[in-house]
């Protein structure tokens, strides 16, 4: 097992759009591992090569009975039904808040050895799929949160204990809440 430090929100790797994967080696095979062994170990349902410190679209989750990873995804949606639920990131440790997303997805990328794969998934891995998908172009869910719900989740981020005081700039997702994702 290869167990790798997640970074925490303040981090600017979080803030920053990960590459393309171009080279489906051995390398990126390590990276698939170490972020399956780093996820499974924190208990999460998802985790990017950006919370490991790594600027490389790939991404790993495990929820609804599906586990895998993506490298290069996109996503569609399916359909126009939204879910709102509770949400939470292993680079924001120890909380959640409620989040809007997409409630049925479809993603498309490649695997570790260069080869097609399609995801689809309703309700947690519909979440994790656009949830991940935000963490590679530098995203977090904060972004998405309603402002009251930010600026609560904002306080709570400032007085827990893990977090050095650093604050980036909330962006904005590439992907729309509604409509088209890829």
Aim: charged share 25%.
């Amino acid at each position: 097992m290869t167990v790798q430090p997640i970074r925490l929100f303040g981090d600017p790797v979080l803030r920053t759009a990960a590459t393309e994967v171009t080279d489906f080696d051995k390398e990126l095979r390590t990276l698939v591992k170490d972020l399956w062994d780093t996820m499974q170990d924190a208990g999460g349902a998802g985790l990017a090569a950006p919370q490991l410190g790594v600027g490389l679209r790939v991404f790993t989750y495990h929820c609804d009975g599906f586990a895998g990873h993506l490298i290069n995804p996109t996503w569609d949606v399916v359909g126009e039904e939204m879910q709102d639920g509770s949400e939470g990131c292993l680079s924001i440790p120890g909380m959640s808040w409620d989040c809007k997303r997409h409630l049925h997805v479809v993603a498309k990328g490649w695997n570790m050895h260069g080869e097609p794969v399609e995801v689809e998934g309703t309700e947690t891995l519909a979440r994790c799929i656009q949830h991940e998908s935000d963490h590679l172009d530098g995203v977090l869910f904060l972004d998405r949160l309603d402002a009251d719900t930010r600026k609560l989740a904002m306080r709570e981020i400032r007085q827990s204990d893990w977090f050095d005081g650093t604050v980036p700039t909330l962006k904005q997702s590439p992907h729309p809440l509604f409509g088209r994702s890829s």
